[in-house]
């Protein structure tokens, strides 16, 4: 009886309609198994159990059930109330009966033929439901992946997953810094958002923890991107290898992960090169040069093959950038193979269409990428309702006319300050999205007829620096 509302909101769009059929179900569901308890006292409890805890599951797990799984609890439940009514045969002699089994049918049928038709289409990269601040992060991760080798995740899976563009980390010893702790939480709510067709992302912590300078002990989460064809293309080709890791045709994204995540060093560095899809020959290579080294102590030395990508980094701070972030190790003096060659041109013919693409949906600009690849995927679907960025709240900053001008000293006592209204709720937006500030930063704005005075206060501490990539380091590891 508790699938019902299910079924009706599976299929009738109008409000009134929908809850209409609902009652009606109930109703004359009730009537029938009644009836089954009069005429078989036997079964009928054992009916009424079945059909109570089919209907719970459906309606109180549903939610957070998969979709599909959803739709066969649903159909489950149809099935039952059919068989009360079976059971009942009886009423089929009545013109109530006969009503009672017609509207069963009628509800159990959307079901049966969505089920064929499949589940209905995810909006893709659904940013608009998170809050401004979330979605301001959505966005950003997005464009960031983009610019970098998640392009070749996103567009067709000719890297099966990608990751390197976004990091979390959190103190873990010797107290649990809370904070970084809601702000994975935040990612992981953003992760759920950035799903189109068959891409996906999914927030892998590492089983490692590592030590800072000043003894304190930190764990370490990423953002992956994952292509579903892509990742199926290297489960099937090198079925012998993640067999051993309990991983099959069809596996899901983040049980791959995990399986990879937590395997012995080898099969670990496999699993990983095989994800990135770089070619067989150079994930031969980076294994047997990891064991060698593990053994020995000593680097084998190598040459680097690079895929282009828009964003490219310095090969040292303060020269221009130029080297491209899909990169994977190959011997010392090796000539490019046939499967260099072709994955090079196969990216190839994907960043010239990007190139085109991101200067058509001005992707510097607001959520241009948004709307890159959602014209790109096949399939794509847009969110239902599109919610402006700019009715949620967020903080202001307005400019109050000065009385007089302030003095450009550097000083921050000046007369001409005080009055202005200050704001101060900042986030960190790089290297660690959606934390607060941990350092107090006030800013005020005064202006003239011609000049706009900026004040700000700021808190500053030292800082490490640390490598470009420091993600790429962790799967060696």
Same mark, same amino acid.
Not at 82 to 98: C, D, E, F, K, P
Not at 152 to 172: E, H, R
Not at 454 to 463: D, F, K, Y
């Given at each position: 009886m508790a699938a019902a509302p299910a079924l009706a909101l599976d299929w009738i769009e109008h409000p009134g309609l929908e809850w209409a059929l609902v009652v009606a179900s109930i109703g004359t569901s009730a009537l029938a198994i009644g009836a089954a308890w009069r005429r078989h006292r036997r079964w009928a409890p054992l009916l009424l159990v079945g059909i109570g805890v089919i209907g719970l599951l459906t309606t109180r797990l549903g939610p957070e059930l998969a979709e599909e799984t959803e739709r066969l609890a649903v159909g489950a439940s149809a099935m039952a109330l &059919?068989?009360?009514?079976?059971?009942?045969?009886? $009423?089929?002699?009545?013109?109530?009966?006969?009503a009672a089994l017609v509207l069963v049918g009628v509800l159990a049928w959307p079901t049966a033929s969505s089920a064929q038709g499949g589940p209905a289409p995810e909006a893709c990269f659904a940013v608009e439901q998170l809050p401004v601040r979330e979605r301001a992060i959505a966005v950003a991760m997005l464009r960031e992946a983009s610019d970098g080798e998640g392009l =070749? @995740?996103?567009?067709?899976?000719?890297?099966? &997953?990608?990751?390197?563009?976004?990091? &979390? @980390?959190? @103190?873990?010893a010797p107290a649990v810094d809370s904070v970084a702790v809601d702000s994975l939480a935040a990612i992981r709510r953003v992760a759920a958002a950035l799903r189109c067709g068959p891409v996906s992302a999914h927030v892998l912590e590492y089983a490692a923890t590592y030590t800072r300078p000043d003894s304190s002990r930190y764990r370490v989460a990423d953002v992956f991107l994952v292509h579903r064809a892509g990742l199926q293309r290297t489960l099937t080709q090198h079925a012998a290898f993640w067999q051993q890791l309990g991983m099959t045709d069809g596996a899901d994204a983040a049980r791959v992960l995990s399986a990879v995540e937590t395997a012995p060093r080898a099969a670990r560095w496999r699993g990983f090169g095989h994800l990135f899809g770089y070619p067989d020959a150079a994930v031969d290579f980076f294994v047997e040069a990891g064991e060698s080294q593990a053994r020995t102590g000593t680097f084998v030395r190598r040459d680097f093959r690079r895929i282009e990508t828009f964003r490219k980094f310095p090969t040292r701070v303060g020269e221009p950038p130029t080297l491209s972030s899909f990169v994977y190790a190959v011997p010392l003096g090796a000539a490019p193979t046939a499967a260099d060659s072709a994955l090079e041109a196969a990216a190839a013919v994907i960043m010239r269409r990007y190139r085109e693409q991101r200067a058509r949906f001005a992707v510097e600009d607001g959520e241009g990428i948004v709307a890159l690849w959602r014209a790109w995927i096949p399939d794509a679907v847009a969110p239902a309702e599109s919610v402006d960025p700019f009715e949620a709240p967020r903080p202001t900053l307005r400019a109050q006319r000065a009385g007089s001008a302030p003095r450009i000293d550097g000083r921050l006592e000046h007369a001409a300050w005080p009055a202005a209204t200050p704001v101060s709720d900042f986030h960190i937006v790089r290297p660690d999205y959606a934390r607060d500030a941990k350092h107090a930063t006030r800013v005020r704005l005064? =202006?003239?007829?011609?000049?706009?005075?900026?004040? $700000?206060?700021? &808190? @500053?501490?030292?800082?490490?620096?640390?490598?470009?990539?420091?993600?790429?380091?962790? =799967?060696?590891?």
């Open positions: &059919v068989l009360a009514h079976l059971a009942n045969i009886q $009423m089929l002699r009545h013109a109530s009966g006969r =070749y @995740t996103l567009a067709g899976g000719l890297k099966p &997953v990608s990751s390197d563009f976004l990091t &979390v @980390t959190w @103190t873990v005064r =202006y003239e007829d011609d000049i706009l005075s900026v004040r $700000m206060a700021a &808190v @500053t501490v030292r800082a490490a620096t640390r490598a470009i990539s420091p993600s790429r380091r962790r =799967y060696e590891q």
